[in-house]
C-alpha cells in the first residue's frame, strides 16, 4: 500500500509530475495538443502558486493565492474528464488515480482557503 503523504508541497509536486506523465502520454491531434498545452500549465501552476503563497506579503494575498491554486486545480479536473471521456489514454488506473489527488487537493485549499478567511476576519 503506498504511504500517503501529508505535506502539501510534496504533494502538489508529485501531483504535477503526475499531471506531465498524463500530458505526455495524449495522442498527437488537435485536441491532444491543446490539452496538452492547457493542462501542463493548469497542472503545474498549483505547486508553483503555493511556493508563492508560502511567501505572501498579507493575509488577503495568502487568500489571493490559494484561490489561484484551487482555480487551477479546477480548470485541470475539467481537461482531465475530458480526457477520460474521449478515452484518449491508455492509462486508465493513472487517470484514476490523478482524478482522485486532484479532488482531494481541491477539499483541502477549500478547506486551507475558508481557515484562511475566519481568521482574518477574527483580526
Do not use: W
Not at 500530458?23 to 508553483?48: C, E, F, K, W
Not at 493565492?65 to 486545480?73: F, Y
Request: charged content about 30%; overall charge positive; aromatic content about 6%.
Amino acid at each position: 500500500m503506498e504511504q500517503r503523504k501529508y505535506d502539501l508541497e510534496d504533494r502538489l509536486i508529485e501531483y504535477a509530475s503526475k499531471i506531465s506523465d498524463i500530458v505526455d502520454t495524449l495522442p498527437n491531434t488537435r485536441l491532444g495538443n491543446y490539452l496538452a498545452g492547457q493542462m501542463i500549465r493548469s497542472g503545474t501552476s498549483p505547486a508553483l502558486n503555493y511556493g508563492e503563497a508560502q511567501s505572501a506579503e498579507s493575509q488577503a494575498d495568502f487568500i489571493h493565492k490559494m484561490k489561484v491554486c484551487l482555480k487551477e486545480l479546477r480548470e485541470t479536473f475539467i481537461g482531465l474528464k475530458l480526457v477520460k471521456r474521449k478515452t484518449m489514454v491508455d492509462k486508465s488506473n493513472l487517470l484514476e488515480n490523478i482524478m482522485i489527488e486532484n479532488n482531494e487537493l481541491i477539499s483541502i485549499f477549500v478547506t486551507s482557503i475558508k481557515t484562511a478567511k475566519n481568521n482574518k476576519n477574527r483580526i
